[in-house]
């Protein structure tokens, strides 16, 4: 484990406050110390590093166990609005280094201290369309190779407004990384405004199922409001997040005196608003942002000494140890709104099957006149209709399916609450709708049927842009059809996803294939109640894992009457053997007490394929 992920696991941690009140307060001249670029502070990492190194020796000498870089606005695309994209790595190099200098200047006490890479989030917001994902990534991959070159301990991605922007900047950081050959532990910290979500719309628990399937080892609130109005959201991430936990709120919310911005909050409201959220909430990290100065952190250092001490008359401590605090995270996907659990309470995970060119003909033909409005209308009734998440399927012979599912994608992640399901057979398809969704998505799907070659490279997908995975029970063989197939392919399924890629169980969702039970032929009619039993060995040996179908597959060739009491049917008692999700048309499922009765033995006998005598000698 990196000496941070120890420091914050034993002792709560101390950050700066913020670095733009300090520069407000100086008297900087814009062509000498700016180089004419007003608005660029970075800037002065080259211009006037005597400056920088004494801000951070400020808030070291006022207690802080860690300073941020003078970074924020330094990914390449934000230094490229002052003509500066060619410093990028200078800019965020020395931007360590001088917060090394300034450590050095301490090392005399010989305590522990940290260099915070500090990430932000830039000026253009991926979900809304200001950016595509790939020149995000790149731009933060070229200023996290800057903060590794200075030797920042930690990369902090901060004051995030979209989940999407996050997942860019989590990914360029790990790609820096992997170029340089080490690893830094990556915390994530989301802006939650007065509205209650981030800018784009996500609440915390959407952010959180985002920021978790990236893999980040914190994460926290920073900026837009004091540390009151982040009291839910903190308490939220306390009982939830898995991780370490950090918050760095602005004194408060800020207020206009006089035409200037003016942050209310003083060193002591502070600190103890912060001491209440060590106590009750167990955070790992704090420390300022927005009108915080050294004199916020002093108080915030005193507060902690006296926390470490209340117990510990004889030695003297600098920091308590984090709160003890019971969480308890729910494994879930999420849209750029909101989380959706993979595991509903009495209920199946219900994932609407209609926006999908091959299962609906009104889709297709929408799709096909390039009536996206239809096509989204479509997908916002499937959710009045209660879906929990939506498939998404635009492959349509002689239409380009990048560019249509592209075309989906960006119009349902601003209009609808559901997660997606991205339903392609195709690699380039699943990348083009991941790298414009913020939420946390499914994959829809890998299996084995060439190979594990074309599942790696899917899990590979899943992996970076956080998705959970279905995964059909297909291997070299073809389709499984009898049970143990099933079974076994699930076995291997779950080894290749979870040990192989770390991909939680929870997170996987194996669909052990429903065919259609109507043909008539002989061959046929075990295929329901296979895979009924294999749902039910699947859910008994790998009880964390999710089971899902294609339900409507299984009454192929039926009149629509038929099919909707057959699927009602089925539905029933594969949920009842541990399916724990189907895609369905969620308006045309029925409980079975709403069914006459012979309807429903009738499809029952189908199922389990039970024939009168005469039917048997037929
Ligand atoms: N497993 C997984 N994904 C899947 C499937 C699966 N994706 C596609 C499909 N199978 C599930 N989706 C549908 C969607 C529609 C229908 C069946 C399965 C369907 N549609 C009617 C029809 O074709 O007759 C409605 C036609 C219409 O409205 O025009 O039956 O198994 N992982």
Redesign the pocket.
């Known amino acids: 484990m990196s000496k941070f992920l120890e420091f914050i696991d034993s002792q709560v941690l101390l950050m700066d406050g913020a670095m733009g009140t300090q520069i407000q307060g100086a008297d900087l001249q814009v062509e000498k110390d700016y180089w004419g670029q007003e608005n660029c502070s970075e800037i002065l990492n080259l211009s006037r590093p005597d400056f920088i190194r004494d801000v951070h020796m400020k808030y070291f000498a006022a207690g802080s166990d860690a300073v941020e870089t003078n970074t924020f606005g330094g990914s390449t695309l934000t230094l490229a609005e002052f003509g500066l994209e060619d410093k990028t790595l200078e800019i965020n190099r020395r931007a360590c280094e001088l917060a090394h200098e300034a450590i050095a200047e301490f090392a005399h006490d010989g305590r522990q201290r940290f260099v915070i890479g500090a990430i932000g989030p830039g000026t253009k917001l991926p979900s809304l369309g200001h950016i595509h994902y790939d020149a995000l990534e790149a731009a933060f991959m070229q200023q996290a190779e800057g903060l590794i070159e200075g030797r920042a301990d930690v990369f902090l991605i901060e004051t995030a407004q979209d989940p999407l922007q996050i997942k860019a900047a989590v990914n360029g950081a790990k790609l820096a990384m992997k170029q340089k050959n080490i690893t830094m532990p990556l915390m994530v910290q989301v802006t939650v405004e007065t509205t209650g979500t981030l800018l784009v719309g996500s609440d915390i628990a959407a952010a959180a199922t985002v920021v978790e399937s990236l893999g980040a080892d914190v994460m926290g609130l920073n900026c837009a409001t004091g540390p009151q109005e982040m009291a839910d959201h903190i308490h939220w991430l306390s009982k939830n997040w898995p991780r370490g936990l950090s918050v760095l709120p602005n004194a408060g919310l800020p207020e206009m005196h006089q035409g200037k911005v003016h942050f209310p909050l003083s060193p002591d409201e502070m600190a103890r608003w912060m001491e209440r959220f060590l106590k009750e909430d167990g955070i790992n990290i704090i420390g300022g942002c927005c009108g915080t100065n050294e004199n916020h952190i002093a108080s915030l250092n005193a507060m902690l000494e006296r926390q470490a001490n209340l117990n510990n008359k004889n030695v003297s401590k600098r920091r308590p140890a984090p709160a003890a605090r019971t969480h308890h995270w729910v494994p879930a996907v999420a849209s750029l709104f909101q989380q959706v659990e993979l595991r509903q309470d009495n209920a199946i995970l219900a994932i609407g099957?209609?926006c999908?060119a091959?299962?609906?003909?009104?889709?297709?033909e929408a799709q096909d006149n390039e009536d996206w409005d239809a096509c989204v209308d479509m997908a916002k009734e499937q959710i009045r209709e209660g879906s929990h998440t939506l498939?998404i399927?635009t492959a349509f012979v002689g239409r380009d399916e990048v560019r249509d599912m592209s075309e989906m994608v960006s119009r349902l992640r601003g209009s609808v609450t559901a997660p997606l399901?991205i339903?392609s057979t195709e690699l380039i398809v699943l990348e083009a709708a991941l790298k414009l969704y913020g939420g946390k998505a499914i994959i829809?799907?890998i299996n084995f049927e060439d190979g594990e070659e074309p599942a790696h490279k899917r899990m590979q997908l899943a992996k970076k842009y956080g998705a959970a995975v279905?995964a059909?029970t297909i291997d070299e063989q073809g389709m499984a059809k009898d049970v143990e197939r099933k079974v076994s392919i699930a076995h291997r399924l779950h080894k290749f996803c979870c040990e192989g890629y770390g991909l939680p169980p929870s997170d996987l969702?194996i669909?052990p294939?429903?065919f259609t039970i109507c043909t008539g032929n002989e061959d046929d009619r075990k295929l329901g109640l296979w895979t009924l039993e294999a749902i039910e060995r699947i859910h008994k040996e790998l009880p964390d894992i999710q089971i899902?179908?294609?339900?409507?597959?299984i009454?192929?060739g039926l009149n629509?009457p038929a099919?909707h009491v057959l699927n009602s049917v089925y539905l029933d008692h594969a949920s009842k053997r541990g399916m724990t999700g189907a895609?369905i048309?969620i308006s045309k499922i029925a409980p079975l007490h709403k069914i006459p009765a012979h309807e429903v033995a009738a499809a029952e006998d189908l199922i389990y394929d039970r024939r009168s005598p005469e039917a048997q000698v037929a």
Not at 358 to 364: C, E, L, P, T, V
């Open positions: 099957e209609r999908n091959n299962g609906s003909k009104k889709f297709r498939d399927c399901v339903d829809n799907s279905i059909l969702m669909d294939l429903t899902i179908l294609g339900l409507s597959n009454s192929f629509p099919r895609i048309h």
